[in-house]
């Protein structure tokens, strides 16, 4: 299993920027994919995710009504489409994946939950 992450950037507030995650080995019948960011000196943060059994999906407070999942089965690719950035939501970004449904029902599990994790990407919000 594979997760490696892409699109990372510099951009102003109220930019936008679309994470992608690509994957590897997953069939996405079951399971959950999530997206974690950590900023320096904070602990890692759990983003939003998505249920592959009935696409059911968690976002956090933090970035709700601002950051979209989605999934393209065929390109086995998970995005993270983020925009109105803030200076905030400055940090690296993960891509984690879990084979359990549970670690993204009925809310998004803690980061050590998860098994896979890509290298993450950085994403720099600044004027």
């Known amino acids: 299993f594979q997760l490696v992450e892409s699109g990372g950037g510099l951009v102003p507030p109220g930019g936008t920027l679309r994470l992608s995650c690509k994957t590897s080995?997953?069939?996405?019948?079951?399971?959950?994919i999530a997206w974690f960011r950590q900023a320096p000196g904070k602990e890692r943060e759990g983003v939003t995710c998505i249920n592959n059994s009935d696409d059911s999906i968690f976002v956090s407070d933090s970035v709700k009504g601002r950051f979209t999942i989605s999934r393209d089965n065929a390109k086995k690719t998970v995005y993270l489409q983020m925009n109105n950035l803030k200076p905030e939501d400055t940090a690296v970004y993960f891509c984690?994946?879990?084979?359990?449904?549970?670690?993204?029902?009925?809310?998004?599990?803690?980061?050590?939950?998860?098994?896979?994790w890509g290298q993450g990407t950085q994403v720099t919000v600044r004027g």
């Open positions: 080995g997953f069939t996405f019948d079951y399971g959950a």
């Open positions: 984690a994946a879990d084979l359990r449904n549970l670690v993204c029902f009925p809310t998004l599990t803690p980061a050590f939950e998860y098994t896979y």
